[in-house]
Structures are given as structure tokens and as C-alpha cells.
């Protein structure tokens, strides 16, 4: 065995058989001397170090969202948030749509079946898309009023997905969300011709 590896294994060993102490699980076959004194009750799980920062992100989102609505006039806003879905969807849904280029019938039926019966459903030129939570990791979760601004993320990465697959400019239109207020979300993808 390599040096490194052994040195890695007898490590790995080593913080196992710790923690299994701290624990008091002994490994089988062994026999734990008994112990002098009572046993102290195992000291409690740390505190997740993780649910503050999500909490303070959730938090400086929705602070963020507020100001950008006090400084800068609509289009602009719809601009950028549209800009952010689109950045969004790059990050790693777009390779669904460019396996499906040039296929909008089958982007629409593979995407169907992630976004349930009612999620996706095509009448001419328009692609009615429909889901039944906020699927945003970011907003998701936020539970005081978030900017109606926000949902115009969605939008762009509506606009990226559609405009990979069809290979043409798309126009979609929220109609209704969740973090408005709404039942759903809720928003048509207009198709080019």
C-alpha cells in the first residue's frame, strides 16, 4: 500500500474510532472497561452553522429587492431580474433545452414530466406553464412580502430555456405567482413564428 494512503486509511481509522468513543459505541468483539464514574449525557449536536447564513441571505434578498425597487424605474428592474433568470438557467437547466433544439414538441414532453400534468401544455403559439410552488432556492423559503419585481426572474429563465430550444426570441408574460400573492405560478411563453 502506498504511504499516502496509508497514511490517509490509518486517519480515517482513527477519527472513526474517536467519534465512535465520543459516541460510546465500541466496535465489536471489544470489551470497554467499566467506567469509573456516571457517564456524562453526549454533549448536544452544534448548532447547524449553515441556517444563520440562509436565514441572513433570505433576509438581505428581500432588503435587497425593496431598495432596488426605491431606486430604479420599472423597466430597468424587470431588466436585471430577467437577467438573473437567465444567469440562473445557465448555471445548469439549459443543457434540458439544448439536448431538445429544434424540438419544442419534445422539450415540451420531457419538461412535462418534471413539471406534472397541468405544468406545461402548448395551444398555438403559446406555452402555458404552470407550477404549483416557488421552485426558487433563494425566494423559496422567504416568508414575509417579497417585491413582485423578484417573479420577473422567472420570467428570464423562461425566455432562456425557450429561446435555446426554439432557436428564436420568445416573449413570456407572468400571470400570476406565489410570491404575489397568487395560487401558482403561473406565465405564458409567447412563441416567434
Not at 480515517?12 to 459516541?23: E, N, T, W
Not at 456524562?40 to 432588503?63: D, T
Not at 420599472?74 to 439536448?99: F, K
Not at 429561446?163 to 401558482?184: D, F, N
Request: hydrophobic share 35%.
Amino acid at each position: 500500500m502506498e504511504r499516502k494512503k496509508f497514511l490517509r486509511v490509518s486517519l480515517c481509522l482513527g477519527a472513526l474510532g474517536g467519534v465512535r468513543q465520543v459516541l460510546g459505541e465500541e466496535p465489536k468483539g471489544t470489551i470497554s472497561p467499566a467506567p469509573a464514574t456516571p457517564a456524562a449525557a453526549p454533549p448536544a449536536a452544534p448548532p447547524n452553522p449553515c441556517e444563520g447564513k440562509a436565514e441572513f441571505g433570505r433576509r438581505l434578498l428581500a432588503r435587497f429587492m425593496t431598495d432596488m425597487d426605491a431606486q430604479l424605474e420599472e423597466p430597468r428592474r424587470v431588466a436585471l431580474m430577467e437577467a438573473r433568470g437567465r444567469s440562473c438557467a445557465r448555471m445548469g437547466p439549459i443543457r434540458i433545452a439544448q439536448a431538445h433544439k429544434g424540438n419544442l414538441d419534445a422539450f415540451i414532453e420531457d419538461w412535462g414530466r418534471h413539471a406534472g400534468p397541468d405544468g406545461l401544455r402548448r395551444e398555438g403559439n403559446v406555452v402555458k406553464v404552470k407550477y404549483p410552488t416557488c421552485y426558487c432556492p433563494l425566494a423559496s423559503e422567504i416568508k414575509e412580502a417579497l417585491s413582485p419585481t423578484y417573479c420577473n426572474c422567472s420570467a428570464g429563465w423562461l425566455k432562456e430555456m425557450y429561446e435555446t430550444v426554439t432557436e428564436k426570441p420568445v416573449k413570456v408574460e407572468v400571470l400570476e405567482t406565489i410570491k404575489r400573492g397568487g395560487q401558482a405560478c403561473r406565465f405564458n411563453v409567447i412563441l416567434t413564428a
